[in-house]
Nanobody
Framework: QVQLVESGGGLVQAGGSLRLSCAASGRTFSMYGMVWFRQTPGKEREFVAGISWSGGSTYYADSVKGRFTISRDNAKNTVYLQMNGLEPEDTAVYYC???????????????WGQGTQVTVSS
């Protein structure tokens, strides 16, 4: 069992930055690909970024490529999402997720966090 707890969300002006963190419980964190999704009301959950077990490989949605950076620290059981150049369209609840099967947009998710709200004002 893996529990995921996100933090770092909040309100920021357009063009600003936020860093989301996702702390994982358990000793097997390094065995999971980690993924960030986001969701706005009335829309399906959207893939944002993913990172491999070792952190050596990453994958980004086109909408965030060049602005967001995913990273992980396996010693701290934590994955991060650095978000720069935020736009109002980035407003959403951001979810951290863990997968034994990969880190891409279609990977099967084993565990979800509870989400953290990010609001970008124009």
């Amino acid at each position: 069992q893996v529990q995921l707890v996100e933090s770092g969300g909040g309100l920021v002006q357009a063009g600003g930055s936020l860093r989301l963190s996702c702390a994982a419980s358990g000793r097997t964190f390094s065995m999971y690909g980690m993924v960030w999704f986001r969701q706005t009301p009335g829309k399906e959950r959207e893939f944002v970024a993913g990172i491999s077990w070792s952190g050596g490989s990453t994958y980004y949605a086109d909408s965030v490529k060049g602005r967001f950076t995913i990273s992980r620290d396996n010693a701290k059981n934590t994955v991060y999402l650095q978000m720069n150049g935020l736009e109002p369209e980035d407003t959403a609840v951001y979810y951290c997720a863990a997968s034994r099967g990969g880190w891409g947009p279609k990977t099967t998710i084993d565990y979800w966090g509870q989400g953290t709200q990010v609001t970008v004002s124009s």
